[in-house]
C-alpha cells in the first residue's frame, strides 16, 4: 500500500461536530486511511493509498460533505526532520515522545543531554503546546494589554484625572501573534535545532503495542520507552444547538483581529475569568454564564467574594447559578436558553460571541490506548504516580494529560522526571505539596498548600491569619487596597502549610510562600526575618504577627 498525506484547509466549519462529521464521512470512504480535522483551525489531514484514489479524489469526497468546502491544499511535507543530516531512515529509538509541548520539549531535552535517540510526534497545535500558542502568552499579553487601557481611564489619586485611551484592537492582536511566534521559534524550536539525536515528526501517532507506534497510517516507529504528553483541549459541554452556532474557544478567540461586540463567556473558572477582564478592560461587553453558585468556586467565599466585587465594578454581567440548556441562531445573534437559580427559565440573547470556556479534557482519543490497555482516570486522564510511571512499564506520562497539576511549569518538571526514571536506576519523584499557582485576574489570586477547608479535611490542627491590605504600608501608599493575605499554620508545629493571596500583583508573593512552605520555615521565622517597607512583600510578616498581635495596633516599625 502506497500511502500519502493531503493537508487541507476546509471552509464553513463552526464546531467539533462539524470536523467529526467529515471524518466520519471520509473513513468510510475505500483509499482513506485515516482523517483528522480541527475546527478551530479549519485544517484537515488526511491520509489517502494512493493506488485507489488521488488527491483531487480526496478534496472532492471533503466538498461532497454537508456544506463544507476546500479552499486551498496546503503544502506541508509529510514530516519535518530537525536533524535530516542525522537521520538515517531506521525507526529504531531509545525514546519515543507522543507531544509536541513544555513537557514533550523537556523530556527531550532531558534526553539529549543523557545521548538518547529521540522521536517526538506532534499533530494538532503546533510545537511548543497550548502554553505558547494558545493559553499562557497570547493570554498574559492580551491580560497586559489591557491593564494598560485600565490604569489610562482609572486613577486610585484624586489628583490625577485620567484622559483616556485610543485601543488599537488590530493591532493589539497582531503584535500578540508576533509575540507568540518569536517565543515559539526562540524557545522551544531554536533549543533543539542543533540537537543530534533528536527526530521531529509532525503527524498523528497511534499506538499498535506498548513499544509501537503507527504515525499518520503509514510508517511505524519502535522505541524502549514511550512518553505521553498530548496535552489537553477544550471540554466542550454536551448542550443542545451549541455545536451549530460557531462558539469560540481561546485557540479562535485570540487570533479574531476584528474587536468582538461583546461576549458571553461559558465558564467561570481561571481561564474564563482571565478572558473576560482582558477583553473587557479592551472595549468588549462582556457577560459570564456559571452553573455553580459563583466564580472560581475551587477557592473560599472570602477569596471570590473580592474578585466578584471588582469585575462588577468594571462592567463585567456575572450569572451564578445559571445553567444553559438550549443554543440557537436568530439572525447573527445566538439565543441561550438557560435554566435560573429558582428553576424557571429564561432566553439570553448575544450579540457578538459565545465563548466556550468550561475546563479542558486529557487529548487521549484516537491515541490507539485500548491497545496497550493503558489505565486512565474517570476523567480520562492518564493515570501516573507521583514517578510519572503508569501501569505499563515501559511507558510514562507527563503535563495536562494525566491526573497531575496542569501547570506549563509542572508539565516540564513532568517531562525530564519521566526521561530520568524510564533510563535510569535512581528514580526521582515530583512533590505537589508546596506547589504555588496563580490566577492573572485583577486582583490576581495565588495560593500554594493548603487552604482551611483542605486543611480540615486532612485532619491537621491548624490556625488561620487573614490580614487584609488595608493594614500593609504598600497598599495604603499606593491608595489601591483591594484583596488580603492569609496564612495558614499547623498549630503544633508552627510551620506555615498554606497560604492564599488576593491582591494587585499578588502572584509576586507566592513564591516566597510556597519555599516556606517547602523547607518547614515557621511562622515565628517568618515575622522575625526581615522585609524592605513599603513592599507587597510586607504583607508576609505582618500577616505572620497577626497570629499573635491585632496588626491594627502594631507601629509601622513593627517587629
Excluded at 406 to 435: C, H, I, M, Q, W
Aim: charged fraction near 20%; include cysteine.
Amino acid at each position: 500500500m502506497s500511502n500519502k498525506i493531503i493537508n487541507l484547509n476546509i471552509n464553513g466549519m463552526t464546531c467539533s461536530g462539524c470536523s467529526s462529521h467529515i471524518e466520519k464521512d471520509l473513513n468510510v470512504k475505500d483509499g482513506i486511511v485515516s482523517s483528522t480535522v480541527n475546527h478551530e483551525t479549519g485544517e484537515g489531514k488526511f491520509v489517502y493509498d494512493t493506488n485507489k484514489i488521488s488527491n483531487q479524489d480526496v478534496i472532492n469526497a471533503v466538498n461532497n460533505v454537508g456544506n463544507y468546502s476546500v479552499i486551498e491544499d496546503i503544502e506541508k511535507e509529510d514530516c519535518c526532520i530537525t536533524n535530516a543530516k542525522d537521520y538515517d531512515g531506521k525507526n529504531k529509538f531509545d525514546l519515543i515522545v507522543i507531544g509536541g509541548g513544555s513537557a514533550a520539549f523537556s523530556a527531550a531535552i532531558k534526553a539529549e543531554s543523557i545521548g538518547l535517540t529521540t522521536l517526538m510526534v506532534n499533530d494538532g497545535l503546533d510545537f511548543g503546546g497550548t502554553c505558547v500558542n494558545v493559553g499562557c502568552v497570547p493570554s498574559k499579553n492580551l491580560i497586559r494589554a489591557a491593564e494598560t487601557v485600565y490604569h489610562a481611564t482609572h486613577s486610585n489619586f484624586k489628583g490625577i484625572k485620567p484622559k483616556g485611551v485610543e485601543i488599537d484592537f488590530t493591532q493589539i492582536i497582531k503584535d500578540k501573534k508576533a509575540l507568540v511566534s518569536t517565543l515559539q521559534q526562540h524557545k522551544y524550536m531554536d533549543v533543539v535545532s542543533d540537537f543530534k539525536n533528536l527526530t521531529m515528526l509532525k503527524g498523528w501517532a497511534e499506538f499498535v503495542d506498548n513499544k509501537t507506534i503507527l504515525v499518520d497510517g503509514k510508517d511505524t516507529y519502535t522505541a524502549t520507552n514511550i512518553i505521553i504528553a498530548t496535552g489537553a483541549t477544550t471540554n466542550i459541554p454536551n448542550i443542545e444547538g451549541l455545536n451549530k452556532v460557531g462558539y469560540l474557544t481561546n485557540v479562535s478567540l485570540f487570533d479574531l483581529e476584528e474587536k468582538p461586540k461583546s461576549l458571553t463567556i461559558m465558564g467561570a473558572g481561571y481561564i474564563g475569568l482571565e478572558i473576560a477582564m482582558a477583553y473587557n478592560r479592551l472595549g468588549v461587553k462582556v457577560r459570564i454564564i456559571e452553573f455553580t453558585d459563583r466564580p472560581l468556586r475551587s477557592q473560599t467565599n472570602d477569596i471570590t467574594d473580592v474578585l466578584e466585587t471588582q469585575m462588577k465594578s468594571e462592567g463585567i454581567e456575572i450569572l451564578p447559578n445559571f445553567r444553559a440548556i438550549k443554543f440557537e441562531k436568530d439572525g447573527d445573534n445566538t439565543i441561550i436558553h438557560c435554566k435560573c437559580p429558582d428553576g424557571s427559565t429564561t432566553q439570553i440573547i448575544e450579540e457578538g460571541h459565545i465563548v466556550v470556556a468550561t475546563g479542558t479534557k486529557p487529548n487521549t482519543s484516537k491515541l490507539g490506548l485500548e491497545n496497550i490497555d493503558l489505565n486512565l482516570t474517570e476523567k480520562g486522564h492518564i493515570l501516573v504516580n507521583e514517578k510519572m510511571e503508569t501501569n505499563i512499564s515501559n511507558i510514562y506520562a507527563a503535563g495536562d494529560v494525566t491526573n497531575t497539576p496542569p501547570f506549563v511549569y509542572t508539565a516540564a518538571k513532568e517531562g525530564s522526571t519521566a526521561v530520568n526514571n524510564a533510563f535510569s536506576l535512581s528514580k526521582n519523584s515530583v512533590d505537589y505539596t508546596s506547589l504555588p499557582w496563580v490566577v492573572f485576574t485583577d486582583p490576581q489570586i495565588a495560593g500554594a498548600g493548603m487552604d482551611e477547608v483542605e486543611a480540615e479535611k486532612a485532619g491537621i490542627p491548624f490556625e488561620v491569619s487573614k490580614l487584609d491590605l488595608i493594614h500593609v504600608p504598600r497598599a495604603l501608599a499606593a491608595q489601591d487596597t483591594r484583596g488580603f493575605i492569609k496564612l495558614i499554620r499547623n498549630t503544633e508545629t508552627d510551620k506555615l502549610i498554606g497560604a492564599r493571596v488576593i491582591a494587585p500583583e499578588g502572584g509576586e508573593l507566592i513564591q516566597q510562600l510556597s519555599m516556606a512552605i517547602k523547607f518547614g520555615i515557621t511562622v515565628k521565622d517568618l515575622a522575625e526575618s526581615f522585609y524592605p517597607y513599603l513592599t507587597l512583600g510586607e504583607a508576609v510578616k505582618l500577616a505572620a504577627i497577626t497570629f499573635g498581635k491585632d496588626v491594627s495596633k502594631l507601629s509601622c516599625c513593627a517587629s
